[in-house]
Nanobody
Framework: QVQLVESGGGLVQSGGSLRLSCAASGSIVSINTMGWYRQAPGKQRELVAAITSGGTTNYLDSVKGRFTISRDNAKNTVYLQMDSLKPDDTAVYYC?????????????????WGQGTQVTVSS
């Protein structure tokens, strides 16, 4: 089994900052890409930021210059530093990791999700 445990969400005023963390553990062989998605009420889940094991990053246009994604490969942990937060950033944020995992005794490519953490930005 693979677990992704997120932390760091909460309530913050507009213009404030939060830092999300997501630690992956369990039957991991190797993780390729780790990313953060978000889903606001009534909207589809969208990719906010992602980072490969080599450090290549990509961001949703609306968060460029405000959010920074980073990871610690040794700890299988990904972070999302969110600055200059806006009310439109309010959503449940989910961590995702894809790569090779053990399913029984076999190596399989797959993707896993965290349980989500609420981020609320008040105006």
């Amino acid at each position: 089994q693979v677990q992704l445990v997120e932390s760091g969400g909460g309530l913050v005023q507009s213009g404030g900052s939060l830092r999300l963390s997501c630690a992956a553990s369990g039957s991991i062989v190797s993780i390729n890409t780790m990313g953060w998605y978000r889903q606001a009420p009534g909207k589809q889940r969208e990719l906010v930021a992602a980072i490969t094991s080599g450090g290549t990053t990509n961001y949703l246009d609306s968060v460029k210059g405000r959010f920074t994604i980073s990871r610690d490969n040794a700890k299988n942990t990904v972070y999302l530093q969110m600055d200059s937060l806006k009310p439109d950033d309010t959503a449940v944020y989910y961590c995702n990791a894809d790569g090779i995992f053990l399913v029984g005794a076999k190596r399989r490519w797959g993707a896993h999700w965290g349980q989500g953490t609420q981020v609320t930005v008040s105006s």
